[in-house]
């Protein structure tokens, strides 16, 4: 069955970095465009950014851009968001999940892991 | 940027009964973009409704997506327990890329 499991979350402060991996398995990871989503505590959802199956092709919530980075190892199964310059604001907890190109919807989800953006 | 506006809110409903909640964008959408995701206290959302109107797999029959341009709706013919949730309507377009609704709270009456 198809999971995804993130890790890497944590406490860290303002200006610091972190990076977070999502380890996917049970579907041919190579084969599919993944993305980053988060959510605030006690808040809705934002997308974060969305790479595709060959690395090609990467986007950017406007809120992030210039501050992390999207990437995936097809090798490891894996994808991964480095993430700088971290604000309060960034605080969240952050979801991999698996994108169907067809309708671009997001079709599973990771448990999310939570990153807290704190002094 | 395409906004998408969810109502209502909260919507208090008691079991058995019809629940519609509401996506509307800001500018016409392709309803092939449109989806629907459900999340419980504690949970990853999950994915209900995609293309507007498909089922995702395992989705009950009871859930079911319609709408087009800027209107959307999901329903809930008759509601049992579990359903009582948070949800979220999601669409993909120009930049940026994806946008979700604020999304409609449904509670137990």
């Known amino acids: 069955q198809v999971q995804l499991v993130e890790s890497g979350g944590g406490l860290v402060k303002p200006g610091g970095s972190l990076r977070l991996s999502c380890a996917a398995s049970?579907?041919?990871?190579?084969?599919?465009?993944m993305s980053w989503i988060r959510q605030a505590p006690g808040k809705g959802l934002e997308w974060v950014s969305y790479?595709?199956?060959?690395?090609?092709?990467?986007y950017y919530a406007d809120s992030v851009k210039g501050r992390f980075t999207i990437s995936r190892d097809n090798a490891k199964n894996s994808l991964y968001l480095q993430m700088s310059s971290l604000r309060a604001e960034d605080t969240a907890v952050y979801y991999c999940?698996?994108?169907?190109?067809?309708?671009?919807?997001?079709?599973?989800w990771g448990q999310g892991t939570l990153v807290t953006v704190s002094s | 940027e395409i906004v998408l506006t969810q109502s209502p809110g909260t919507l208090s409903l008691s079991p058995g009964e019809r629940a519609t909640l509401s996506c509307r964008a800001s500018?016409?959408?392709?309803?092939?973009?449109l989806a629907w995701y459900q999340q419980k206290p504690d949970q990853a959302p999950r994915l209900l409704i995609y293309?507007?109107?498909s089922r995702a797999t395992g989705i009950p029959d009871r859930f079911s997506g319609s709408g087009s341009g800027t209107d959307f709706t999901l329903t809930i013919s008759r509601l049992e327990p579990e359903d009582f949730a948070v949800y979220y309507c999601?669409?993909?377009?120009?930049?940026?890329?994806?946008?979700f609704g604020q999304g409609t709270i449904l509670e137990i009456k």
């Open positions: 999940a698996r994108v169907i190109v067809a309708t671009r919807h997001f079709d599973y």
């Open positions: 049970g579907f041919t990871f190579s084969d599919y465009y």
């Open positions: 790479i595709s199956s060959s690395a090609n092709t990467i």
């Open positions: 500018q016409s959408i392709s309803s092939s973009f």
């Open positions: 293309g507007a109107s």
């Open positions: 999601q669409q993909y377009g120009s930049s940026p890329r994806y946008t």
